[in-house]
């Protein structure tokens, strides 16, 4: 039996998330928290985990792999999640990956992550857009999409079977953040 944790922490609120993939292979969700304290996040990521742990019963050293959802989103979140991975990995010894947070949709549409007021990061199909796009913009570019992603959280499945692909080959998968916005000084 295997336990892997979660967390997203590019948007607020962040989720931690706890999945358990059994001898079959088929993976279903435990338990899942949303941590929505966005000033001590840092804070309660380790009392949220303690809780998720013990409602689903499960103890820390049970947890078999480790992902952080590493970007693009908050500097802050995403710099917070992959930390707090790294020093779980760290005790726990276990393996780890990092995802895309456009990693999370299918590939068959759109996916609008909300940047700030003005821009959005964007994927239309597997084409990833290296700097954010004004909200102008958009409607342009996905005005023939079916099917278009926003912020909301995927479907746990498809999350499942990506995350099970990934951790075939983790090492392709590392704990780097993926910042596509420019540096303010920049602007």
């Not at 989103?73 to 020093?87: D, H, P």
Request: hydrophobic share 35%; aromatic share 10%.
């Amino acid at each position: 039996m295997e336990n892997i944790l979660i967390i997203d922490a590019c948007y607020s609120p962040v989720r931690l998330c706890l999945y358990q993939k059994d001898e079959k292979k088929n993976m279903h969700k435990l338990k899942s928290v949303f941590v929505t304290e966005n000033n001590a996040i840092n804070e309660k990521l380790f009392v949220s985990l303690t809780d998720l742990l013990n409602e689903a019963s499960i103890d820390k050293n049970e947890i078999t792999n480790l992902v952080a959802i590493v970007g693009p989103g908050s500097f802050t979140g995403i710099r917070i999640a992959i930390a707090f991975i790294k020093g779980l990995q760290f005790g726990l010894k276990v393996d780890t990956i990092g995802i895309s947070s456009f990693d999370k949709y299918p590939d068959d549409g759109a996916v609008v992550l909300n940047c700030d007021n003005e821009t959005v990061y964007l994927k239309v199909g597997n084409k990833v857009y290296e700097k954010p796009v004004d909200n102008e913009k958009v409607s342009n570019i996905i005005k023939n999409e079916k099917k278009i992603y926003k912020n909301e959280y995927s479907d746990d499945d498809f999350l499942m079977k990506k995350i099970d692909k990934c951790f075939e080959s983790p090492e392709k998968y590392p704990l780097n953040p993926i910042y596509i916005k420019g540096h303010y000084a920049e602007k």
